[in-house]
């Protein structure tokens, strides 16, 4: 059986890349977003996840129960084995994935697609002020971090998200719309 490609959607911190995922599903439900596990703290909200304390992150990472993990913003992640079900009923699988983890992810899901979300970094600073999801402090070392997209990757695709997010999902279609058969 055929897997459906996974897109990863990656980007600083605000430049939407939750939203643009949330979009792309609601505009087709057959791109589906990956569930990520999070080491985040009670009463930080966010996209839907599944929070875990990091012991029971180190146990889930020791039991296999993820084909990719990383650590960022002093919180760890991990997509679970699971992706593999998803992959078989899905389109697309959706992945909000850490740039720092983008070669790894490729070697594990194969048929694999990266958008590169950027924006202004003003728009940056404004969004993530706005949603107010981290203290100011956190706000601040989220807005400084500076990660590069990794050299070899087979397939990437950078997108303004300065605009609607209509307008960014339409430039996301018609960059799948090649393969997706
Ligand atoms: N195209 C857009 N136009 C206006 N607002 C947007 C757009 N895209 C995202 N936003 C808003 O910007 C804020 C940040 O978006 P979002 O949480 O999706 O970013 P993110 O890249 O997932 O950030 P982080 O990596 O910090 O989780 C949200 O409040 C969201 O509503
Ligand atoms: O800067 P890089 O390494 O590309 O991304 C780091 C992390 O930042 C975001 O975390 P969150 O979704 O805001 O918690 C991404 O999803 C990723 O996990």
Do not use: C
Not at 100 to 116: Q, T, Y
């Amino acid at each position: 059986m055929s897997l459906a490609p996974v897109i990863a959607i990656v980007g600083p911190s605000g430049v939407g890349k939750d939203s643009v995922m949330a979009a792309l599903t609601a505009r087709d439900p057959n791109i589906q977003p990956a569930r990520r596990v999070i080491t985040r703290p009670e009463g930080e909200e966010g996209e839907d996840f599944v929070r875990a304390t990091v012991s029971e992150f180190d146990a889930m990472q020791d039991r296999g129960e993820f084909v990719l993990s990383w650590s960022a913003h002093g919180l760890n992640y991990g997509i679970p084995v699971a992706i593999s079900q998803q992959r078989q009923h899905a389109r697309a699988v959706l992945v909000n994935l850490s740039r720092n983890v983008l070669k790894k992810a490729e070697d594990a899901f194969g048929d694999f697609i990266v958008i590169s979300l950027t924006a202004d970094p003003k728009v940056l600073a404004d969004r993530v002020a706005d949603r107010g999801r981290e203290t100011p402090a956190d706000q601040a070392k989220r807005l400084a971090r500076f990660v590069t997209l990794p050299e070899g990757l087979t397939r990437v695709v950078e997108i303004n998200n300065d605009g609607p997010l209509d307008l960014t999902v339409d430039a996301i279609l018609a960059q799948l719309e090649p393969v997706r058969g």
